[in-house]
């Protein structure tokens, strides 16, 4: 052989790669249909807490301007417990025909938790989109009533996302047209979505604030975080309440309450 032979360039074959082209719409064509998904959940989930925002703006501006009288006459029947995924097994009763769902009947200020809420009539999906919600069938906010217990709940993920800051001693305000209720946070627990008594009537006035629990489960959560709140009571009122229940038992609804450790 010669040196001409030995010098001379080798050509390598180019390397032939099989499907490679098939695959790159199909690539494509996935991304494009998870990017469209991904912007319609965040722009639904947008849409969601805009529609919260403007629904509480608006809520004030007719507290604002005292159109919350008519809600005092609304009142509650005797037949058929109401029910609510969000909620546990409700003893309470049902609405009245004049109840106003949907409708402003309070606003709610909790300082420890940074939370100023305007409440609604209702337990439903579209209210509870606008804020927390009264459950029909307990005690309207700022009305003395046998149900005694009045009943609020919001999402987890929304109005309620710091509910889990309150602790016992924490105070609680509940703004209606018939004035300002102070209360304390009394005690907290979870429970399950079949714990009735939560829900049911008390022996005493009482705030009861249901929201799901865990706050970052995701899907459907399994428990309910339930906190409890009583008045505020002046001394006359104290003394008025000792003389009242002198020689009664203690509330049902205390021995009942489990309470979790602070």
């Not at 009571?233 to 020689?247: F, Y």
Request: proline fraction near 10%.
């Amino acid at each position: 052989m010669n040196g001409r032979d030995d010098a001379s360039p080798r050509r390598e074959l180019p390397v032939r790669r099989s499907g490679g082209k098939g695959r790159r719409p199909v690539r494509r064509a996935l991304s494009v249909v998870f990017t469209v998904a991904g912007a319609a959940l965040i722009a639904a989930a947008v849409l969601h807490y805009a529609r919260g925002v403007r629904s509480q703006d608006e809520a004030r501006d007719q507290f604002g301007r005292h159109l919350g009288d008519r809600y005092a006459t609304a009142s509650a029947r005797k037949d058929g417990p109401p029910g609510h995924a969000d909620l546990p097994a409700s003893g309470a009763i049902p609405a009245a025909p004049d109840y106003p769902t949907g409708e402003p009947l309070a606003r709610l200020r909790i300082p420890a938790a940074r939370m100023d809420w305007v409440v609604f009539g209702g337990a439903d999906e579209p209210t509870l989109e606008k804020g927390p919600g009264h459950v029909p069938g307990t005690a309207l906010p700022g009305q003395d009533s046998p149900y005694e217990n009045c009943v609020i709940t919001a999402h987890r993920d929304s109005h309620f996302r710091r509910l889990g800051w309150l602790r016992k001693g924490h105070t609680v305000e509940l703004e209606t047209p018939s004035g300002t209720r102070r209360y304390r946070v009394v005690s907290r627990e979870i429970v399950t979505p079949k714990t009735v008594r939560v829900l049911g009537p008390t022996a005493t006035p009482r705030l009861t604030l249901v929201t799901c629990y865990p706050f970052t489960y995701i899907g459907p959560a399994p428990k309910r975080l339930v906190v409890v709140a009583e008045p505020i009571q002046t001394g006359a009122q104290v003394s008025g309440t000792r003389q009242g229940v002198r020689g009664t038992a203690r509330s049902p609804a205390k021995r009942l309450l489990g309470h979790l450790p602070w």
